[in-house]
């Protein structure tokens, strides 16, 4: 569905102890593993990796160490985006965030848009429309409330009561046109209030 690479900073962009670089698309593995050197003992190419697992080593950018990293692996579909999925914790420093972004975009990924990876799990049919708008309710919930309101929408309980009065206005509206076009039959009288009712 989308041909371009997509890669941003994931996390509030300042001085902090970590920050996450998030790459999605079909060359998230390629592009993240032209960049890694694994650590310690491991040898593991972040394309051969298993999905959902966790390497230590360096992001290098011609024969320099940019950073110390983890990098998560996230195969597709089991993802956000239902695209493969590579995350680069790094330290949170804004230049070394940023010189870990442009190493990635230099590799061949784009600056994703505000709001893209949401959009592509949207498109993916990953989350529906109700659940792509709690995303954004949850970053911006300022009290309890509207954290667990925005987390009750992200699960998917408006689009549950939304299916819910459809399949009912569903029914009503079968038993108005059944009327309508078989006017000579009755309409029970406990059918007629239940109707109502709804």
């Known amino acids: 569905m989308f041909d371009e690479t997509i890669a941003a900073i994931a996390t509030p962009l300042g001085q902090g102890g970590l920050a996450i670089i998030r790459i999605s698309g079909d060359k998230a593995l390629p592009i993240a593993d032209s960049l890694f050197a694994p650590g310690g003992k491991s040898k593991t190419q972040l394309t051969k990796a298993k999905s959902h697992t966790l390497h230590y080593g360096h992001v290098i950018r011609d024969d320099r160490r940019l950073d110390e990293v983890m990098v998560s692996v996230m195969k597709a579909p089991a993802t956000f985006t239902r695209e493969t999925v590579v995350e680069i914790s790094c330290h949170g420093g804004i230049r070394s965030t940023k010189a870990v972004l442009d190493a990635v975009l230099d590799a061949g990924a784009r600056l994703a848009l505000p709001g893209e990876f949401t959009k592509r ?18 970053i911006h919930a300022r009290t309890d409330l ?5 987390n009750e929408q992200l699960a998917g309980k408006l689009s549950q009561r939304i299916n819910l009065l459809r399949d009912d206005l569903m029914h009503v509206l079968a038993h108005v046109e059944a009327h309508i076009d078989f006017p000579d039959e009755d309409i029970e009288p406990d059918t007629m209030n239940g109707l109502i009712a709804r």
């Open 121 to 138: 799990a949207f498109l993916h049919g990953r989350i529906d429309l109700t659940q792509a708008e709690a995303v954004a309710d949850l």
């Open 146 to 150: 509207a954290l667990s309101a925005a």
